[in-house]
């Protein structure tokens, strides 16, 4: 039990676009979720925590506008860079929690590489 | 969240038990200790979690002092494929868990 799966698993894409990544709680429901990124030879930082139905809670430096988070359902989150440039380049890796006091699962992780 | 302190690295033999420490003197009584570990390339995988008591499961034992300020991960029988960057976090009970991750501990398994 417990597993979270992101689409895509890697992803290229040209500077100026964006790029959507899916997480999805496969077999519990998911009333926190967060996004992670991890740039090479660093560890993981926190960009924002969602619930279910809400606006996201966006780190300190995270831009908001920048990097949109839906979670529209108890299984599902996204993340979309918008106007993705070479510096956002990352490893991008979500977790899931079923609620207050809940271990967190993750992802399998997302690797953008913007061109 | 209470800082930790892990060694950067550790060697092991396979086959030999991994202990892993950690150490969490500022932890505060509402904070559990948990463990995951990441294999390269993959997103974390949860080991283990306590507050105070010793737990086991399937994957590792947790040793936690009776005075909360460290904690050992033990790894049985490690394989191969136990090589990993192992994160001890110290995470507050109530709401939403913001975890904060450190640099952790690279375990190389040896043959």
């Known amino acids: 039990g417990a597993v979270v799966s992101q689409h895509p698993s890697w992803v290229i894409c040209k500077s100026g676009t964006s790029v959507k990544i899916e997480c999805r709680s496969l077999?519990?429901?998911?009333?926190?979720m967060f996004w992670y990124r991890q740039f090479p030879k660093q560890s993981l930082m926190l960009m924002a925590t969602?619930?279910?139905?809400?606006?996201?809670?966006?780190e300190q430096g995270v831009e908001k506008d920048k990097f949109l988070i839906n979670h529209a359902s108890l299984t599902l989150s996204t993340l979309t860079v918008t106007s993705a440039h070479p510096e956002d380049s990352s490893f991008y890796i979500c977790?899931?929690?079923?609620?207050?006091?809940?271990?967190?699962?993750f992802g399998p992780g997302t690797r953008l590489l913007v061109l | 969240d209470a800082k930790t302190t892990q060694p950067t690295s550790m060697d092991c033999a396979e086959g030999r038990a991994a202990n892993l420490p950690c150490n969490h003197s500022?932890?505060?009584?509402?904070?559990?200790v948990y463990w995951y570990r990441q294999i390269h390339s993959q997103g974390p995988q949860y080991i283990i979690h306590?507050?105070?008591n010793n737990e086991t499961n399937e994957m590792a034992s947790l040793i936690i002092t009776e005075d909360r300020k460290s904690s050992t991960l033990i790894l049985p029988h490690a394989t191969l494929r136990d090589t990993a960057v192992y994160y001890c976090?110290?995470?507050?009970?109530?709401?939403?868990?913001?975890?904060?991750f450190g640099q952790g501990t690279r375990l190389t398994i040896n043959p």
């Open positions: 306590g507050l105070k």
């Open positions: 969602s619930n279910e139905g809400s606006k996201a809670t966006y």
């Open positions: 976090i110290a995470t507050r009970i109530q709401g939403a868990q913001k975890l904060v």
């Open positions: 500022t932890i505060s009584g509402n904070e559990y």
């Open positions: 977790s899931a929690s079923s609620g207050n006091q809940e271990t967190q699962y």
């Open positions: 077999d519990f429901q998911a009333t926190t």
